[in-house]
């Protein structure tokens, strides 16, 4: 059921993913193709779904929230609504930026910032520990992003 | 040292976080203010590093990378071989998406896309387990993920 891409469309979109912030003419001059070959391709790619939005990526710590913890979960498996209700808790805490589920030893995976470690112990006493069904939690706090991209090996 | 923001700039904000390709015109429009004042607003935000670029979403399974790990990975021999090899090697593989340093049950969590389980038992096998210094590795598969506007309410 995948839809036909050929290699200029792989091309644009490594180019594109590599390099997000890139003007049509310049991903179009990268990729090898004229800027109205380029701006066609990317209609098409966006019409057949496969390119679905572009993002601004707001970065938290100039917004002076220094502290970034990875919460990972495991959920009280013997309640049927155990994911439902606490992902919809979790939806709720405006501290949390991210929300993925997973097959493995671990169900749930929360990013929490916080401005600091205080304010992270209080965000983690009164809004992460009283979320519902949890079973056990694990905590990676970020030291450093090394590398953060969205590139597809094309 | 940090911005202060008004409920202007967090709208803005939530916005762009969801179309980072709105022009000052549709967000002055949204927002009922001028084209040229919203233009300011955004351009401030650049310029004081909040808005930190751009990022491509695509469909990943229709373009063939129908799995998406995340690995927790410990090293082995802290002191003998240095972070710095570890993380050159790692972010040289194509399939790594992220590598993030890390304090805690593991030392780096790393996202990795794959064809299908068996192209990722390829990169675990043929790139993952043969990094320096690489020692206890767990995987989780990636079921849904979204991401949240944060505290910008």
């Known amino acids: 059921m995948s839809i036909q891409i050929d290699d200029t469309d792989r091309r644009i979109l490594r180019h594109l993913l590599a390099d997000p912030a890139l003007a049509t003419p310049d991903l179009a001059e990268r990729a090898g193709v004229t800027q109205a070959t380029c701006w066609r391709r990317l209609e098409k790619l966006a019409e057949a779904g496969l390119l679905l939005a572009r993002e601004a990526v707001v970065d938290w710590r100039a917004l002076g929230y220094e502290v970034e913890v990875s919460l990972r979960f495991t959920l009280d498996k013997t309640e049927p609504r155990a994911f439902d209700d606490f992902i919809a808790a979790a939806r709720e805490v405006p501290e949390v930026i991210g929300i993925e589920t997973f097959l493995g030893r671990v169900d749930v995976r929360l990013n929490v910032i916080a401005r600091d470690m205080a304010h992270y112990q209080q965000i983690y006493r009164e809004r992460i520990l009283t979320l519902p069904h949890i079973s056990d939690i694990e905590a990676l706090m970020l030291i450093a992003t090394i590398k953060d991209s969205a590139g597809l090996p094309l | ?153």
Do not use: C
């Not at chain 2, 992220?98 to 304090?103: A, G, I, N």
């Not at chain 2, 969590?109 to 096998?125: G, K, M, Q, Y």
């Not at chain 2, 043969?130 to 993920?145: I, K, R, Y």
């Open chain 2, 1 to 153: 040292m940090t911005l202060d923001l008004d409920d202007l700039d967090r709208a803005l904000l939530r916005d762009l976080a969801r179309d980072g390709t709105l022009s000052a015109g549709e967000l002055g429009r949204r927002h009922g203010v001028s084209q040229p004042s919203a233009w300011r607003r955004v351009r401030r935000l650049e310029t004081a590093g909040v808005l930190k670029g751009q990022r491509v979403v695509v469909n990943r399974t229709a373009l063939g990378f129908g799995v998406t790990v995340f690995l927790g990975i410990k090293l082995a021999t802290k002191g003998r071989v240095s972070l710095e090899d570890f993380e050159r090697a790692v972010t040289a593989i194509p399939e790594v998406q992220v590598v993030q340093h890390v304090l805690g049950l593991f030392d780096y969590r790393l996202r990795v896309v794959a064809r299908d389980i068996a192209d990722f038992e390829r990169v675990l096998r043929r790139r993952i387990m043969t990094l320096p210094g690489v020692g206890q590795v767990e995987a989780n598969v990636l079921l849904s993920e979204e991401t949240r506007p944060g505290p910008l309410g």
